[in-house]
DNA sequence: AACGACACCGCAAACGTTTTCGGTAGTATT
DNA sequence: AATACTACCGAAAACGTTTGCGGTGTCGTT
């Protein structure tokens, strides 16, 4: 019932508590022999170490904390199920929460999640996070920090992301080789930096390529999911001259876009055109499939964590963060056709 | 940097640590004025209570465990949702693991929860758990348990999930009702209780309308991802006598299915009718979109939520645990048209 | 014979709480 | 004036580990 202590462990073999830690450990200072004793018996009984008492031993525990802004949206989910996989095999396991897009939400999980002591915390911001005295503030507890996705960039800390700029680039490049004329762009509120990249990148695209950019075509639509994609739809569909074509800031809200205009009686692509970010399953799913920025999230998960990991082992030795890049592809597909070819 | 311990807020109050801590407790032996006191300083200075500590102490923790087959899918991304809506009330936060429908990932899992002294668990088992020593052992360690959707019926845990057969034999019947002859049923490892009632509601449901039972129909697709579903495609596009209809275990493997039978030339629904289990997102996003069993996953996960923290009020209590069953509602759309109609 | 070196192990303190048990006032009761 | 409450607070033990320090015994060296 009572989960076996050291204590009981070493009663049992009729030596001291300390050595039985030691031995468990592999200090040099115990004897081959009284090693394997301890060992076989530890095996014997189930002896499982309590990691609350370790942690408040050594002032740091076994538990990786992840901050998401929503487990639901199948990308973080997927970037979850990567950190899941590698902190696994290294021994942690993770405590998950989510932000629910709110920064004081956001800050009573970074709150949380310190005073539990977490070895070390992988986090996405919300899009209300604007200013970051709690990251810091975890900085400055000396918890090592990764972000990932969604990452603020003046902070020095791990950093595993896309380059959401060229991305972004890329896609509305491609919008204008197809011939649209009149591409929108659909975003939550303008704080957070991958926002920022992704519309600049869209903005450069439009400029260089001599295509013009209708301020009125870039709506703030306040969220990233499905309804906000629907509601920045609605707004096009009252205009007199609605885009025809739209890069969305993911997938989620161009598929909510999407369907909503398609309820309108649009026809796309022809009647208009659309782009996401992510490469989710829904985007492979609708008819025409969705043009979308594939997103290694599983990849991203697994670096953030291993990079983590990383940090977490050359802990006391001065560490640099590290910044990575992940590939992404623009997967092309029939939400946006060349004009004319069909 | 270092947490501000007990300690040193008695300090700063000239007073003793064990009255700040019955202070913060509102002990009855404290005076209002060293209530006050206390609490004012615990404020100003931002002291939060070491978690590790409390818990090595009390034998529990304020950490609550999660188990599920895979994050990613997205009914359990949602129902994890909904757990963290209800837990992060009450102060607790969750720990997430995955089986990756693996039994002995699910037995670590289990193993490094208890050890971690989690209050409470939530789990749905793998499809792989035909055996459940592990479980009977969280509950050996009187860790309250609740079950939710894939529950293993023998024990007696608090069980939260849908009336499994009942909404097979809705399905079922609709299928029936439309005209179709030939209906198949793809589902996973035959091991868990879930796959089996839904199983029996599609064999009852054929056997009461006087419809015939093929077991070639009957695929052991050996999982329950998408690619599960192409599989199970793939077979029936090898038969002469493929069905008519099919039920699937779940949406993401009647939308795997739904694909490949689209991929190999065959209209929905007129050659071959599809209906799953879930209302996920994807589901309505199919074209045509998929007639499906919704189950509120969402409120699965918040109603688990609570009645394991009932659960763990009433801790001392002799409780009797509950079982819940959610509503479903049957989603009848384009996949699934009556013959002839259309 | 005395000395250090070495291998091995235990004592006890510490981590930050909670809680039991007393202890000291002060006040009210006989 | 002795007793009995009451109200409030502190010392210390405990939770299960880890770890610094010291201690014992054995051995080889002078």
Redesign the interface.
């Known amino acids: ?1 009572a ?1 076996l202590t050291l204590k009981d462990l070493a009663r049992k073999l009729g030596i001291s508590a300390s050595t039985v830690s030691r031995a468990l450990h592999d200090h040099p200072d115990i004897s081959k022999k009284t090693k394997q004793l301890a060992m076989d018996a530890a095996e014997k009984y189930g002896y ?6 370790q ?2 031993k050594k002032k740091r ?1 076994n ?1 990786i904390g992840v901050i998401v802004p ?3 949206h ?1 990308f973080f ?2 970037v ?2 990567g950190i ?1 996989e590698v902190t ?1 095999d290294a021994g942690y ?6 932000s629910n897009e709110s920064l004081s939400r956001e800050i009573a999980n970074t ?7 977490v070895a070390g915390l992988l986090m996405a911001i919300s899009l209300e996070t604007t200013t970051c005295d709690h990251i810091k503030n975890v900085i ?3 918890i090592p920090l990764v972000q990932f996705d969604r990452v603020v960039e003046e902070l020095e800390t791990g950093k595993v992301c896309i380059d959401d700029f060229r991305a972004a680039y890329k896609a509305t490049s491609h919008l204008i080789d197809c011939g649209y004329k009149r591409i929108g762009f659909l975003a939550g509120r303008e704080g957070i930096s991958l926002n920022r990249m992704r519309f600049n990148g869209y903005f450069e695209a439009l400029k260089n390529h001599g295509a013009t950019y209708y301020p009125e075509l870039n709506i703030n639509i306040g969220g990233c999911r ?1 309804k906000n994609g629907r509601y920045g739809a609605d707004e096009y569909l009252k205009m007199d001259n609605p885009p025809d074509a739209v890069l969305a800031i993911n997938d989620p809200v161009a ?1 909510g876009a999407f ?1 909503r205009c398609r309820e309108a009686g649009l026809r796309i692509p022809e009647d208009i055109a659309f782009a996401g970010f992510s490469g989710s ?2 985007s492979a ?3 025409p499939a969705l043009t979308t920025i594939s997103q290694p999230a599983f990849e991203m998960g697994k670096t953030a964590a291993s990079l983590l990991l990383k940090q977490l082992d050359s802990k006391d030795e001065a560490y640099t963060p590290k910044t990575i890049i992940l590939e992404t592809e623009l997967l092309i597909r029939g939400s946006s056709w060349k004009r004319g070819t069909k």
């Open positions: 019932m989960q499982q170490p309590n990691p609350m008492a942690s408040l525990s538990i929503e487990i639901r199948n989910a997927t979850i199920s899941e696994y396991i993770i405590m998950v929460c989510q709150k949380a999640l310190t005073a539990n002591r400055k507890h000396g499905g598929v369907c399953p829904e799913l609708i008819e």
